[in-house]
């Protein structure tokens, strides 16, 4: 008798999850497509401490994570003390 395996990949994204989302690669990591996603204005929201927090366990997990269509910021990057982890912001 064979029984299904699920598999439970944990997911990291907390209060991130209202943002659409993908994982690219094991490499690239976690992608932010939306232009919606404006890394800056989690510092205006209302649960900031909980969006930066959420952000710094999935780089922390993820290795790369990506926010496409950046449009508040002349920021390309930003380089998290370890420098195996990375956000980048990608202006349009």
Do not use: W
Request: hydrophobic share 45%; charged share 10%.
């Amino acid at each position: 008798m064979s029984a299904a395996v699920t598999s439970l990949i944990p997911s990291f994204l907390a209060f991130l999850a209202q943002y659409g989302s993908y994982d690219a690669t094991p490499i690239i990591g976690t992608v932010f497509p939306n232009k919606s996603v404006q890394l800056p204005g989690f510092l205006e929201a209302s649960n900031t401490d909980e969006l930066i927090h959420d952000l710094a366990v999935l780089v922390s997990h993820r290795g790369i994570v990506q926010a496409l269509h950046q449009t508040k910021t002349n920021v390309n990057s930003c380089t998290i003390p370890d420098a195996r982890n990375v956000v980048i912001l990608q202006p349009t």
